[in-house]
């Protein structure tokens, strides 16, 4: 049983290039978060989408970020314009639909921004 | 104020030793405590997921969790150098589907 995906693992981006990150939850899961790690910090609260849905998007940044879970196919979390402080780690972590609070974790992507 | 408050460490300890992890928070209406491991550079690992206030145990961790006080602690027992990792506590409120709030975690060496 496959565990949380996400890829790439690493990506560079130059300021003002766009940055996608996917995410590829569990098998059976239905429930996906994204949180981003800065160096030195704990794991922040981005974003939580159910199929086609945005649930609770209370930590993304106002501009420049967008997320998505379509019914076929991975999460994206999408980021537009990069500049420097977007240089970080971004998690995914996936929840099955009911009855567990457990959320478990990719390997995640460390975007670096030139 | 932070949400959640987690001495950053490091912590080192010599193998065989009692290590005890521990995090203070602030918002009561968190009702759900966990505990991840997260080696360098990778993702953060499960290890334990507690529900309100009480103790669990599985092999050489245990979890506590005291409401009253509002602090969680990680016990583990005959540490072993494999067990050096940042630990990070988390926490989220009532509904089982719902974002988990972070400590900073704190960084633990096992020497040795």
């Known amino acids: 049983n496959a565990g949380v995906m996400q890829n790439p693992r690493h990506l560079v981006r130059r300021r003002g290039q766009e940055a996608r990150l996917r995410c590829s939850p569990m098998?059976?899961?239905?429930?996906v978060y994204w949180y981003r790690q800065l160096p030195e910090e704990g794991l922040k609260f981005m974003v939580y989408l159910q199929k086609e849905n945005i649930i609770d998007e209370s930590g993304m940044p106002k501009e420049r970020f967008s997320a998505e879970f379509p019914k076929e196919g991975p999460s994206i979390l999408r980021i537009q314009q990069v500049v420097r402080g977007d240089s970080a780690a971004y998690f995914c972590?996936?929840?099955?639909?009911?009855?567990?609070?457990?959320?478990?974790f990719g390997p995640g992507t460390r975007l670096t921004v030139l | 104020q932070k949400e959640v408050e987690q001495d950053p460490g490091p912590l080192s300890v010599p193998e065989g030793a009692i290590v005890s992890l521990n995090c203070t928070y602030s918002?009561?209406?968190?009702?759900?405590f966990m505990w991840y491991r997260q080696y360098s550079r990778k993702g953060p690992e499960l290890l334990m997921y507690?529900?309100?206030?009480g103790n669990k145990e599985d092999g050489r961790f245990t979890a506590q969790v005291d409401k009253s006080s509002k602090y969680i602690s990680l016990f583990i027992r005959d540490s072993q150098p494999s067990d050096s990792a940042t630990y990070l506590c988390?926490?989220?409120?009532?509904?089982?589907?719902?974002?988990?709030?972070f400590g900073t975690g704190t960084r633990l060496q096992v020497t040795l």
């Open positions: 918002n009561s209406a968190f009702q759900y």
């Open positions: 988390a926490m989220k409120g009532t509904g089982t589907a719902s974002k988990l709030t």
């Open positions: 098998k059976g899961h239905s429930h």
């Open positions: 972590a996936s929840s099955p639909p009911t009855g567990s609070a457990e959320q478990f």
């Open positions: 507690t529900y309100s206030s």
